[in-house]
């Protein structure tokens, strides 16, 4: 099998999740000294950074680059998925949220139910049609985006809490704007879906 420069940066961004996680686990572990739990946070919020702008360079190259492909059309959402459920997990718990700025649950909640939606969606749809339907939507990938830039503002919270006023206010907008946004993306999936296995058991009872 062939891999795309496109695919591998998406297989990169998915590797990077793992020293994520295990920065983030230790911002708020005693044990260590407050500079260097500070260390930590600014190196996870450096991976997430690369990680987020390889989101944006491995889809100009799949799409401007005719780079696309079977594996990275299913990898590149996989992709999103994994970082956006690990980050936001992260985030509303205790032990790696950001001080004073801890992600509230019910926007974790919705957030990861829309990806369980979605992956059980996609397993019904293949089982009626027979088919891989990989197909995002507009309204998806600004979820998507969204999200990064979301967890991206947790992150920096510390440090932009400082210089500019009310900036849990600005937080707030953005936890249930990328909340309400995941809703209706899962709606629109939820039309998509269906549309699809009707058509397959028009197709069907044709035949």
Known sequence: MKFTWATRITLLRILLIVPFVMLMLNINDTQYPQSQRH????????????????????????????????????????????????????LASKRAMVPDFRMPIEVVVIIIAKDMFLLIG????????????????????????????????????????????????????LWWSA??????????????GSGYIEEAEKANGAR
């Open 39 to 90: 260390l930590f946070r600014y190196t996870a919020t450096a991976i997430f950074l690369i990680m987020a702008i390889s989101d944006a360079v491995d889809g100009y190259l799949a799409r401007r680059k005719k780079q696309a492909t079977k594996l990275g059309a299913f990898l590149d959402p996989l992709a999103d998925k994994l970082l956006m459920t690990c980050a936001c997990l992260l």
């Open 122 to 173: 996609f397993f019904v749809v293949f089982v009626f049609t027979q088919k891989v339907h990989v197909l995002p939507v507009r309204i998806g990938k600004a979820a998507t985006a969204l999200q990064l830039v979301m967890v991206g503002t947790v992150l920096l919270a510390p440090e932009m809490s400082s210089f500019i006023p009310y900036y849990i206010w600005v937080l707030r907008v």
């Open 179 to 192: 909340a309400g946004t995941a809703i209706l993306a899962t709606a629109i999936y939820i039309r998509a």
